[in-house]
């Protein structure tokens, strides 16, 4: 059995804020509820979740393509889609507290959870999860437009777009990672539930009888994009969907879980969305949204299968996985240990003292590294207290410039997990750095 330590939680959320990874957003305001800002360390994070996804998904292959679709849409294209009749939650209201609930959500749908009180929830009624809002400066409903509940739509209604301009066939993909927002009744767990959030999709166009073959193929390759940056085993799991759970255009859906201190949830979905959504906006556009297979003269039109990643929701997961905490010299060290493709910094330079005499050789060697990687660089405090900051936000490697090296041209590199140290010449310190960062 797996074991989870719920104080986890806390932990991450404290350093979080305390080195620079994720801000209340508007705090001075006294915050903006469900909002957060990526701070100095969070955005190199965030960063580097999303270059990941985007060289396995796009750049190491060559049935994939990118792109960026717009946020604000017309609502033709949620009509077509379900999303203005189906995408909504099942909302309750508590008459003695005015709480509200998800009723799906609900273990006892006769006691209201937040003041106990029982035959206080009203009726469920459906609760529509899309933000609205206005284009153009007449404020009426012929101006009424959507922010994107998902990435997805850009994808299908660019299908034609991508399939004439890029010269790809089924199988082959389109990419984007970008910014989505839902109305959520009940955001919470930090960054795990917001009403504004990044997504990483990928729509894969196939032949309807292969369909099945690719659902299993993304499931596993999904799976172990997140073993291969470092999420172990034990923490991971795929549940696919009962019959009863798929949504309205999936033919099969499973979800890749993640152990977080509340127990298991979604980090990614892979669906077979079948030709739900192209035949949907093929009927509603009137533009014929098929593949013409030449070889055979046969029109289809294309199954998707949907890998559908959480950006935020990733990040978080890595930053649990990462935390550790060990006893050092009879001190508590917090450590993460991220994958250093991940890692916000890949090297920090410190200079032993401020004293002018190492501050120039610091700087060459910064100027030395930053080219090749993301590097911090820090000359405040003891080298001690540098070398903890630097392992609570998960830097693989530091750099320390001491007297020795004004005599003879090295540096003591200081690996993060082992806390080892070697001294380099700094002639080779960057091909050093690079046989063991091996990004």
């Known amino acids: 059995m797996v074991t989870n330590d719920e104080t986890l939680f806390e932990k991450v959320v404290n350093l979080s804020k305390r080195r620079g990874f ?11 509820r469900s909002t957060y800002d990526y701070g100095p360390i969070g955005v190199q994070l965030l960063r580097n979740v999303k270059d990941q996804w985007w060289r396995t998904m796009v750049q190491l292959r060559q049935d994939v393509v990118g792109l960026d679709a ?25 008459k003695e507290c005015g709480a509200r609930h998800r009723e799906d959500k609900l273990e006892d749908l006769t006691t209201c959870p937040s003041c106990g ?22 404020v009426d409903t012929s101006a009424e437009v959507y922010l994107r509940p998902e990435t997805a739509q850009g994808m299908f209604i660019n299908f034609a777009n991508v399939l004439n301009t890029s010269r790809k066939k089924p199988p082959f993909g389109i990419a984007q990672i970008g910014k989505s927002f839902r109305n959520e009744i009940t955001p919470g767990n930090f960054v795990f539930r917001t009403r504004e959030f990044e997504q990483m999709e990928m ?22 994009w997140y073993l291969d940056l470092g999420i172990p085993d034990s923490k991971l799991r795929l549940q696919e969907h009962a019959e009863d759970e798929l949504s309205h255009y999936s033919a099969a859906t499973a979800d890749i879980e993640f152990l ?34 030449a070889n055979n003269d046969e029109r289809y039109t294309p199954y998707v299968i949907e890998p559908a990643a959480g950006a935020t929701r990733a990040a978080m997961a890595f930053l649990m996985a990462a935390y550790d905490e ?96 070697d001294r380099i010449p700094i002639v080779g310190l960057v091909e050093y750095l690079s046989e063991r960062l091996n990004l």
């Open 22 to 32: 994720i801000f209340q957003s508007a705090e001075i305001y006294g915050g903006f």
């Open 260 to 293: 977080f201190p509340w127990g298991w949830d979604e980090l990614e979905g892979i669906a077979n969305r079948t030709d739900f959504d192209l035949k949907q906006h093929s009927e509603a556009s009137g533009s014929r949204l098929e593949y013409h297979d």
């Open 70 to 94: 717009s946020i604000l849409s017309p609502p033709a294209i949620w009509e077509a889609s379900g999303h203005l009749t189906n995408f909504s939650d099942p909302l309750v209201d508590c």
């Open 326 to 421: 060990e006893e050092v010299n009879d001190d508590i060290r917090t450590v993460l240990r991220l994958d250093p493709r991940i890692a916000p910094y890949k090297i920090a330079v410190l200079p032993l003292s401020k004293k002018p005499e190492l501050i120039e050789p610091s700087q060459e060697v910064l100027g030395l590294l930053q080219p090749h990687w993301m590097c911090d660089y820090d000359q405040t405090q003891a080298i001690g207290r540098r070398y903890r900051r630097q392992d609570e936000i998960g830097t693989p490697y530091c750099v320390t410039i001491d007297f020795d090296t004004l005599d003879d041209q090295a540096v003591t590199v200081r690996e993060r997990d082992t806390m080892t140290q």
């Open 203 to 224: 729509e894969y166009f196939v032949p309807p009888a292969e369909a099945d073959e690719w659902y299993r193929y993304w499931c596993k390759e999904r799976h172990n």
């Open 117 to 138: 009180k029982t035959g206080s929830l009203t009726e469920a009624r459906e609760f529509n999860l899309m933000f609205k809002t206005q284009a153009g400066p007449v």
